[in-house]
């Protein structure tokens, strides 16, 4: 009775007043997600990856009515939004790996959690899965806004466009080196304009979310107005040879989750390797590439139906 009285509050307050809907840390919508989908039927359910944006644009394109109505404010001085994503792995009933993304939203002081779509048979892609004793700040989106907020590059970009907005941030699992274990870390996008439709500038940053230490590191993005691309219906890497970041453009109707790659030697070792669960601007995926040596690499790009595998030269 409770869920149902919830779901009507819902339908009347979103398309009138969205401001209603309370901002809250990724961190706190974490149990909903959880217990909604132990409700649903999901069997060791645990959340595994997160996605957030302030891009209301984006949000109406992908919510139906429910994202037509609600307009997002991700704060950058308290790291909370109106809506957290939430990817939980599980099995389903009939024991199959299963991942279903839950799209969480708080009126008041009250949690709801509603499911968006399931990708059965996916859990073995589970984002964090491999790293043995995650960290209890690995969600905290106040403690990842701390982070930005010291780093010089992120000041002066905000300075430059006041009006750029979080255009995504997700939970990435990155493997620095060949002999490291996978950690979670934000990968965060800013800029004016939409998800869709970057403007110029653009900012990726990479934030670790190990615990309450650690510095984020920001680059410039390139978006599709460059002439550096190749074309935009193929794969393709930028800059290279690259120095600090190589930006890895997909090519339109590229799967936006559940992407894995790995830069490796030209003898097949793997020296690094990227989890992600959403694109960038324009489909750019920013690859940090500051700790490895110069030198001639490959870079594998893997979906749950592709693969393929470019050059890439690192010079300094």
Known sequence: MRTVTLLVLIACVLP???????????????????RTATQNGIVNARVDG??????????ASLGGAIGQSLSLNF?????TNTLWLYSVGGQTADLRDTAIIYAAVK??????????????????????RGESALPNTFMNS?????????????????????????LGASLASIRQFSATEPAPWWSVLIG?????????????????????????????APVSSTDDWQ???????????????????????????????????LRGDVVASYWFSALGADNAIALPVSSLASGAYLVRYRT?????????VISR
């Open 304 to 312: 749950p139906s592709s693969h393929q595998v470019l050059p890439l």
């Open 107 to 128: 009126i008041f002081t009250i949690f709801q959690a509603f499911p968006l779509f399931g990708i059965p048979g996916l859990g073995q892609l589970s984002q964090m």
């Open 231 to 265: 074309s935009h219906d193929q794969l393709s890497l930028y800059p290279n040879p690259a120095d600090q970041v190589a930006f890895l453009r997909l090519p339109p109707g590229s799967p936006a989750s559940h992407l894995t790659i790995e830069i490796c030697t």
């Open 192 to 220: 004016e304009g939409s998800l869709a439709q970057p403007g110029a500038g653009a900012l990726t940053c990479f934030v670790p979310a190990t615990d309450t230490s650690g510095q984020a590191v920001c680059f410039a």
């Open 142 to 166: 106040d403690v990842m806004v701390r982070k930005l907020a010291a780093d010089s590059v992120f000041r002066a970009y905000r300075q430059q466009y006041p009006r750029s907005i979080l």
């Open 75 to 79: 704060s950058f001085s308290q790291g």
């Open 16 to 34: 009138l007043r969205s401001q209603l809907l309370s901002p809250y840390t990724a961190a706190e919508g974490v149990q909903i997600a959880l």
């Open 50 to 59: 997160i996605y957030t944006t302030g891009d209301t644009a984006l949000l």
